[in-house]
């Protein structure tokens, strides 16, 4: 059994970790929170710099595998904006989604993609494995559904017949997230 540290404070990435590696079948690894003091401070420029400076702290703070998940929302109109400030958008979940409603307003294009960028990081601090899903959809016009978090209910999941990603189960959620995404390209390198 190989166990490696979830680098984050937000039980909803640490659920949907749960439910995706249930599916994928994975039975040797077990994923465990950091320790308290876990506090990284996150002033890289992208997903990528973010999500390594996560794990790299849960690995310094206790020397074993660590994973980190950095991910965000990036709308085409805004310039990719919130991006890596999509969980400092705005105070609460329901103010960042009322201000990207809002922002989002003057614009045809309503574009917009879920980016997860991942960095697994082994005992000696290494980076092993990095990699970057995305998840291609529309900003909606009102929102919708009470599945998953954060910007779900104001995101139409491509391909998904008008449906935002909080209307979708929690297992369609996982397999076209860019959460699942990035996941399984882990969970498949940790297999090996
Ligand atoms: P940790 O850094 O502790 O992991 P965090 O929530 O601060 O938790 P991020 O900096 O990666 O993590 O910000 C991610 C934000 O992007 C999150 O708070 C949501 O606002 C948004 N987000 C990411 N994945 C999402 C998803 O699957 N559905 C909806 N919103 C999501």
Known sequence: MKKIVFATSNPHKLK????????????????????????????????????????????????????????????EALNGAPGIYSARYAETPQARIDKLLEAVKPYKNRK??????????????????????ECRGEISKTQAGTGGFGYDPIFLVEGKNGLTMAELSDEEKNEVSHRGRALRKVLEFLKY
């Open 16 to 75: 949907e970790l749960n439910e995706i590696v249930q599916s994928f079948g994975v039975k040797n690894i077990e994923f465990i929170l950091p320790p308290a003091g876990f506090d990284p401070v996150e002033n890289g420029t992208t997903f990528e710099e973010n999500s390594f400076i996560k794990a790299k702290e849960a690995n310094r703070l206790t020397g074993m595998y660590s994973l980190a998940d950095d991910s965000g929302l990036c709308v």
């Open 112 to 133: 917009a993609k879920f980016v997860c960028a991942m960095s697994l990081i082994n005992e000696e601090g290494r980076e092993v494995f990095a990699y970057t899903g």
